[in-house]
């Protein structure tokens, strides 16, 4: 296991994060994602922290606060010491179906703060982050949130999810012109098949240095080598069959498939592995969160920080999967290509 600083905090954080969202069950897509309960938790967190994963990330909304007690109680009787593990929770989705009971004031970042820190049994978050945007809460009332929770102790760094390129940068802003704590984590989707943050996050997070945490790094099963064809269901109790998420393009999704399978094959291991080797091998990847909802599952994703692409696979797979040029991106690059070339003088 590798370990990669987390934006410019100076922590480091492992290459794989445990993500918990098959932990808890429950009703609609829940039921969809994973069951697991306290055994199995148990069996998941300690199998992790033991290949060296000191990174888990949960939400306050994962079956609805279910997620955090289970992995709260998971790190008290394990006796794992907390000052090895970063552990992140998330605020903004419902919680119950109150006026406030969701988004992102002051009143409702205070509260589930203190609820998120009771179900997971701890004294402190090491990062909360922002779980999407929030139209109608602007940047200043809940960074002004987030920059007393900071100062409380409570929460030690903050980060976001699924937000567009302008509203990390308005966020930024905001923080530096108002001396708060700025966001120093980036949590977005991303796979082999999904390469769109490339366009606009990307360049933001390198030139403002903010880490990247990388969610459902299998298109929500898909890359997994387990379905033939776009129709294909795949197999018993694939999530994709009953929970069609997260959105891609499966034509585009299956050629990738279809180029990382001789791979897999000549290194005998999974086609899941090629796609998080893919992922692993990008230098602005932070961490990629896997989540699993068997113990084969989860061995499997570990097993791929040992595989390794040569060259000529990373840009075969590159270009299998490259976006199709989309403006304005092609014209600065017509336009910059002159001042990217170092000036000659004969």
């Known amino acids: 296991m590798r370990y990669r600083l987390l934006g410019q905090t100076g922590l480091y954080v492992s290459e794989l994060c445990l993500g918990t969202m098959t932990y808890g069950g429950g009703k609609g897509i829940w039921e969809s994602i994973g069951n697991l ?12 922290v033991d290949a060296g994963i000191n990174f888990i990330d949960t939400a306050n909304v994962y079956s609805t606060g279910k997620s955090e007690i289970l992995l709260g109680q998971s790190l008290k009787s ?30 409702h970042l205070f509260n589930q703060v203190d ?5 997971l049994q701890l004294d402190y978050i090491d990062l909360y982050q922002l779980h999407g945007f929030d139209p109608l809460t602007p940047f200043e009332e809940s960074l002004s949130a987030l920059n007393d929770l900071v100062r409380s102790g409570r929460v030690r760094y903050i980060g976001l999810c699924n937000m567009a390129a302008w509203q990390i940068m308005k966020s930024l802003g905001v923080s530096e012109r108002l001396n708060l704590a700025k ?24 030139d403002q240095k903010l880490g990247l945490m990388v969610w459902s790094p299998l298109a929500g099963g898909l890359l997994s080598g387990k379905f033939g064809s ?28 279809d180029a990382m399978r001789p791979m897999a094959v000549a290194r005998n291991v999974s086609v899941a592995q090629i796609a998080l080797a893919w992922l692993l091998a990008k230098p602005f990847v932070t961490t990629v969160i896997i989540g699993a909802k068997s113990m084969e599952q989860l061995r499997d994703n570990v097993d791929s920080t040992r595989v390794q ?16 040029a989309e403006y304005p991106a092609w014209m600065l690059s017509f336009q910059g290509q002159a001042r990217a070339k170092a000036p000659v003088r004969e």
């Open 37 to 48: 309960q306290q055994d199995a938790v148990d069996e998941q967190v300690k199998f992790a």
């Open 78 to 107: 394990l006796g794992l010491a907390r000052d090895q593990l970063i552990v992140a929770t998330k605020a903004t989705g419902s919680m119950d179906d109150s006026p406030n009971g969701r988004g992102q004031s002051r009143h």
């Open 183 to 206: 966001f120093v984590s980036v949590q977005a989707y991303y796979t082999i098949a999904g390469r769109d943050l490339e366009r606009e996050l990307v360049p933001l997070i390198q």
């Open 115 to 119: 609820a998120s820190l009771k179900r």
């Open 230 to 257: 776009a129709e294909d269901k795949g197999p018993a109790g694939a999530r994709r069959g009953a929970f069609d998420f997260p959105l891609v393009d499966k034509a585009r999704a299956f050629k990738c498939v």
């Open 309 to 324: 692409l040569d060259d000529a696979e990373r840009r075969q797979l590159d270009e299998i999967s490259a976006l199709p």
